[in-house]
């Protein structure tokens, strides 16, 4: 091998290590309730769950004030959004009605949940952890107004997922059921929350339990 080939060679290996340096450094989000108060936090890595000191001590957080959940009103994360939380209360005001892609939610203490039906909008990858669960994850692969699939003439599907909280109870296996082609989510599941702004704007749904 010549040497400008060889040298060639070297520089394109530390580009590709560059690169993938900079994907495995890209922050995500964390936000956890403690103490009666919620922070934010943006983090280089992957906490371990609940570990509310490392996070603190590692992760650049803040304090904020906890979103009114208003279902009229709509919130988007960008990139990963981790969320450790201990009641239903706390969660439902974070996700409910929220648009994020990439969800992490952990349980942090032997709490019993009951069964509430939290909306999560655009969700395609979702992973769960309790203590009396080990870390599940879901891929949830549906079209995105952003994707190739979805530039069609016509408006896409809007995707909405409905997670059951009392997942975080047992230890039955992460599961998920998809309906498409629905013109009422009101009509057709009467028992799921619906914001006012979606059944305004949008005409077809894909539905996701997760449960």
């Not at 992957?46 to 509310?52: A, G, T």
């Given at each position: 091998?010549?040497?400008?080939?060889?040298?060639?060679?070297?520089?394109?290996?530390l580009?590709?290590?560059?690169?993938?340096?900079?994907?495995?450094?890209?922050?995500?989000?964390?936000?956890?309730?403690k103490?009666?108060?919620?922070r934010?936090?943006?983090?280089?890595f992957?906490?371990?769950?609940?570990?509310?000191s490392?996070a603190?001590?590692?992760?650049?957080?803040?304090?904020?004030?906890?979103?009114k959940?208003k279902?009229?009103s709509?919130?988007?994360?960008n990139?990963d959004?981790?969320?450790w939380?201990s009641?239903t209360?706390?969660?439902?005001r974070?996700?409910?009605?929220?648009?994020?892609h990439n969800l992490k939610l952990s349980l942090?203490?032997?709490?019993?949940l009951?069964?509430?039906?939290l909306?999560?909008l655009?969700?395609?990858?979702?992973?769960?952890?309790?203590e009396?669960?080990?870390e599940?994850s879901?891929?949830?692969?549906?079209?995105?107004?952003?994707?190739?699939l979805c530039?069609?003439?016509?408006?896409?599907?809007?995707?909405i997922?409905y997670?059951?909280?009392?997942?975080?109870n047992?230890?039955?296996?992460?599961?998920?059921?998809s309906?498409?082609?629905?013109?009422?989510?009101?009509?057709?599941f009467?028992?799921?929350?619906?914001?006012?702004?979606?059944?305004?704007?949008?005409?077809s749904?894909?539905?996701?339990?997760?449960y």
């Open positions: 091998m010549s040497f400008y080939k060889c040298q060639f060679f070297l520089l394109g290996f580009n590709l290590y560059i690169i993938e340096d900079l994907v495995h450094s890209q922050n995500h989000t964390l936000i956890f309730s103490d009666n108060n919620i934010n936090c943006s983090c280089s992957d906490v371990q769950s609940c570990d509310y490392l603190n001590l590692m992760c650049n957080c803040k304090t904020i004030a906890l979103p959940n279902t009229g709509r919130l988007s994360y990139g959004l981790t969320i939380f009641d209360t706390t969660l439902g974070l996700v409910n009605f929220t648009i994020v942090c203490g032997a709490t019993t009951p069964t509430e039906y909306a999560i655009g969700l395609r990858y979702l992973r769960v952890q309790a009396t669960i080990q599940q879901l891929t949830i692969t549906h079209c995105n107004v952003k994707d190739r530039r069609a003439p016509t408006a896409p599907p809007f995707h997922s997670l059951d909280t009392s997942l975080f047992g230890l039955s296996l992460l599961k998920s059921y309906v498409e082609n629905i013109s009422s989510i009101k009509e057709q009467p028992n799921l929350p619906l914001s006012s702004w979606i059944s305004a704007t949008n005409k749904y894909i539905v996701t339990l997760i």
